[in-house]
């Protein structure tokens, strides 16, 4: 089964840190760009950081520079997150997202996966 499980989410006081892992199941991730989303309560998703297939290119949202940092082990088909100096305004669902353009027998194809989402608290 072609599926990515998020993990690592937690209740953590402002100040404290996380790291999140996107682990890929019934595929290869190497072969694509994955991306870390967030959804807060009553809020639409928004993108918060991406990294590129060989983890040489990455990109962060304003709000998380500095503060956050993305990574990939393609050894162990997992991307991780790890978010330091966590705010009340990081709470949110968190999800990964792999995509990537292939061509499967002559035909281009765009594929994209989500997976499930991890809960991120940050309360007193």
């Known amino acids: 089964q072609v599926q990515l499980v998020e993990s690592g989410g937690d209740l953590v006081q402002p100040g404290g840190s996380l790291r999140l892992s996107c682990t890929a199941s019934?595929?290869?991730?190497?072969?694509?760009?994955v991306g870390w989303f967030r959804q807060a309560p009553g809020k639409e998703r928004e993108g918060v950081s991406c990294?590129?297939?060989?983890?040489?290119?990455?990109y962060y949202k304003d709000s998380v520079k500095g503060r956050f940092t993305i990574s990939r082990d393609n050894a162990k088909n997992t991307v991780y997150l790890q978010m330091n100096s966590l705010k009340p305004e990081d709470t949110a669902v968190y999800y990964c997202?792999?995509?990537?353009?292939?061509?499967?027998?002559?035909?281009?194809?765009?594929?994209?996966?989500w997976g499930q989402g991890t809960l991120v608290t940050v309360s007193s």
């Open positions: 990294i590129s297939t060989s983890g040489g290119n990455t």
């Open positions: 019934g595929f290869t991730l190497d072969y694509y760009n």
């Open positions: 997202n792999a995509a990537a353009v292939v061509v499967v027998t002559g035909d281009i194809r765009y594929l994209e996966i």
